[in-house]
């Protein structure tokens, strides 16, 4: 069963950064998909960010453009970059992984079956 390790969560105040870090273990298949979801109390959970492994393709949720970064350093680890944080960012992080996808690449089209456990991100104003 894949596993799915994130790093990096924590508090800071308005303006500041964190990186957060997910690593996948224990998979057969190749992941395809790469993404960071976040959910705040109260709300549905949203995309953040995904890549296409190996390619450069990117999504980006319109709240984070500009300001959140993802990248890969190794095909089984993805970061998010986060600059400029808002209190809104507020949330719990989850790293998610697709075999899969259907179609023209995209969020939606990703198979997303792995999920780590999450990491809490708290911006304070």
């Known amino acids: 069963q894949v596993q799915l390790m994130e790093f990096g969560g924590g508090s800071v105040q308005a303006g500041g950064s964190l990186r957060l870090s997910c690593v996948e273990s224990r998979r057969s298949v190749r992941s395809v998909c790469m993404a960071w979801f976040r959910q705040a109390p109260g709300k549905e959970r949203e995309g953040v960010a995904a890549l296409r492994t190996g390619q450069p393709d990117t999504y980006y949720a319109d709240s984070v453009k500009g300001r959140f970064t993802i990248s890969q350093d190794s095909d089984n680890t993805v970061h998010l970059q986060m600059t400029s944080l808002e209190p809104e960012d507020t949330a719990m992080y989850y790293c998610?992984?697709?075999?899969?996808?259907?179609?023209?690449?995209?969020?939606?089209?990703?198979?997303?079956?792995?999920w780590g456990q999450g990491t809490q991100v708290t911006v304070s104003s």
């Open positions: 998610a992984t697709a075999p899969t996808y259907e179609g023209a690449w995209s969020l939606g089209s990703c198979d997303f079956r792995f």
